[in-house]
């Protein structure tokens, strides 16, 4: 009977018993083609709405306040970062930094994060924060939150005497800055000429709305918690001293 087969089969080869050799790709056996099967929808984060819980968070949500500079002359505090995203709500925020600090205690080694976030609306407005927290995540958040707070309205103009001309593409006149062991100085320049400074400094700036200006720094400029508030010295002394 073997002898039969094997003679009706082409070339007298005897066919392979079972299935066959396995093919891949196709999805499991007896089910469709994983082409065919329907995506699951991306889901997206939901937005989380703002309930003011103070007094000057009320007076925004109910629009009796419209500008930040109403907020800065009257001398309030502000206390919610709700409040900066109503009144600037096309602030941008970059991680500027982030870095991992190292603790010895009794329970053996203990690690967190420590990021430094940069929030501004490239027009005027530039704030930085910082986080610390066990989860990078968290840290990031609460530096976000605490840049928010520390919004800080920047008086943009040109001070540069080559330039003359009554566009907002730089500083009105030379400040100078200073945090921990880093001493920066930013001096107005001509229209066209670009930021001359490092790359996260260069960042910072253009955050902040500048668009051509000379730079100077001193100190220890990798150091970015020194750094930026060096920047952040400088830029405010636009605002008080103009």
Same mark, same amino acid.
Not at 52 to 61: F, S
Not at 67 to 77: K, M, V
Not at 146 to 151: D, E, G, S, Y
């Given at each position: 009977?073997?002898?039969?087969?094997?003679?009706n089969?082409?070339?007298?080869?005897?066919?392979? /018993?079972g /299935?066959?050799?396995?093919?891949?790709?196709?999805?499991?056996? +007896?089910? =469709?083609?994983?082409?065919?099967?329907?995506? /699951? #929808?991306?889901?997206?984060?939901?937005?989380?709405?703002?309930v003011?819980?103070?007094?000057?968070?009320?007076?925004?949500?109910s629009?009796?306040?419209? =500008?930040?500079?109403? $907020?800065?002359?009257?001398?309030?505090?502000?206390?919610?970062s709700?409040?900066?995203k109503?009144?600037?709500?096309?602030?941008?925020?970059e991680?500027?930094?982030? +870095?991992?600090?190292?603790?010895?205690?009794? *329970?053996?080694?203990?690690?967190?994060?420590?990021?430094?976030?940069?929030?501004? *609306?490239?027009?005027?407005y530039? +704030?930085?924060?910082?986080?610390?927290?066990?989860?990078?995540?968290?840290?990031i958040e609460?530096?976000?939150s605490?840049?928010?707070?520390?919004?800080n309205p920047?008086?943009?103009?040109?001070?540069?005497?080559?330039?003359?001309?009554?566009?907002?593409?730089? $500083? #009105?006149?030379?400040? /100078?800055?200073?945090?921990?062991s880093?001493?920066?100085?930013?001096?107005?320049?001509?229209?066209?000429?670009?930021?001359?400074?490092? +790359?996260?400094?260069?960042?910072?700036?253009?955050?902040?709305?500048l668009?051509?200006?000379?730079?100077?720094a001193?100190?220890s400029?990798?150091?970015? *918690?020194?750094?930026?508030?060096?920047?952040?010295?400088?830029?405010?002394?636009t605002? =008080?001293?103009?």
């Open positions: 009977m073997s002898q039969t087969k094997q003679a089969s082409p070339q007298g080869q005897s066919r392979p /018993r /299935r066959g050799p396995p093919q891949y790709g196709g999805g499991p056996p +007896g089910g =469709s083609k994983g082409g065919d099967r329907p995506r /699951r #929808p991306r889901r997206e984060p939901e937005e989380e709405v703002w003011p819980k103070t007094i000057l968070g009320k007076k925004v949500a629009g009796e306040i419209t =500008s930040l500079e109403e $907020i800065i002359e009257s001398g309030l505090r502000i206390q919610e709700g409040i900066i109503k009144l600037l709500p096309d602030l941008k925020s991680v500027v930094d982030v +870095g991992i600090i190292q603790k010895m205690t009794s *329970n053996g080694q203990s690690t967190r994060f420590k990021a430094i976030v940069a929030a501004g *609306n490239e027009n005027g530039l +704030g930085i924060g910082q986080g610390k927290s066990k989860q990078m995540r968290i840290a609460k530096a976000t605490q840049a928010f707070l520390n919004i920047i008086k943009l103009g040109c001070g540069s005497w080559e330039c003359r001309c009554d566009q907002k593409h730089s $500083i #009105p006149f030379k400040v /100078r800055g200073k945090g921990g880093v001493t920066i100085e930013i001096i107005p320049a001509p229209r066209g000429l670009g930021l001359v400074a490092g +790359g996260k400094i260069k960042r910072l700036l253009e955050l902040a709305g668009k051509d200006a000379w730079t100077t001193k100190g400029t990798p150091t970015m *918690n020194s750094t930026s508030k060096a920047i952040l010295d400088c830029l405010r002394q605002f =008080s001293q103009g």
